[in-house]
């Protein structure tokens, strides 16, 4: 079974700086899709940004980065020039590829709260 | 934003009761799923569905059952409500990746918040 370990319960920054979400997992799998989401006080689930695991570039969104390192099971998001609207809780997911057994099952992080001060 | 509702919203129930929460979809996706949130869990899966009438477990569906017998509408019961399952819980839909023209992530709806005295 996978398992996704967010380490920072909650962080915080002021705007117009950079914070990173740290996010490790662990799967015997080679090809598999990580996420983040986004839920801000709305509590609607916003997808933030997605990465296959056979891509080696690392995925953009605007503002929104990740450094993905798989050999370390490492999947981390940075969040520049940080804007109050940015204020989240933010979780990391994890889902086997296509072609495996359970196929888009999520496997979600406790998640990370950020708040962005101004 | 895809089209997708839950309902209720917010239910109130006591605890023996049966529950049912709907969720519906505009989107014709294959794929529906309920989750549930609780503070340091993230999201768990409960259940989901891979077409009309093929549903599966997820990791915590003790005590939860799920019915689609339509592509829209995918239905999660709680036959006797616990406190335990006092959460909010989240449907969301996906379609297949090797669907053309469609990506794979899922899509939430607003959630129900379920509270069981």
């Not at chain 1, 996010?23 to 015997?28: A, F, G, P, V």
């Not at chain 1, 804007?83 to 809780?89: E, H, I, N, P, Y």
């Amino acid at each position: 079974a996978q398992t996704v370990t967010q380490s920072q319960p909650e962080m915080s920054v002021q705007e117009a700086e950079t914070v990173t979400l740290s996010c490790t997992y662990d799967t015997s799998e080679n090809n598999y899709y990580l996420f983040w989401y986004k839920q801000p006080p709305s509590r609607q689930m916003i997808l933030v940004i997605r990465q296959e695991a056979y891509k080696q570039q690392n995925a953009t969104e605007n503002r929104f980065s990740v450094n993905f390192q798989k050999a370390a099971k490492s999947f981390s998001l940075k969040i520049s020039d940080s804007q109050l609207g940015d204020t989240a809780m933010y979780f990391c997911a994890f889902m086997k590829h296509i072609w495996a057994d359970s196929w888009g099952k999520l496997q979600f992080g406790a998640g990370t709260q950020v708040v962005v001060t101004p | 934003d895809a089209g997708i509702t839950q309902s209720p919203r917010h239910k109130v129930t006591e605890t023996g009761t049966p529950v049912t929460l709907r969720c519906h979809q505009t989107e014709n996706h294959r794929y529906m799923y309920w989750y549930r949130q609780d503070p340091g869990h993230g999201l768990r899966l409960i259940h989901y569905s891979y077409g009309v009438k093929d549903t599966d477990k997820g990791e915590v569906s003790d005590g939860y059952s799920v019915s689609r017998s339509k592509t829209e509408d995918f239905l999660l019961t709680l036959e006797s409500a616990t406190s335990s399952q006092t959460s909010v819980y989240f449907c969301a839909i996906s379609e297949s990746p090797l669907t053309s023209g469609v990506t794979y992530e899922q899509y939430f709806g607003p959630g129900t918040r379920l509270t069981v005295t």
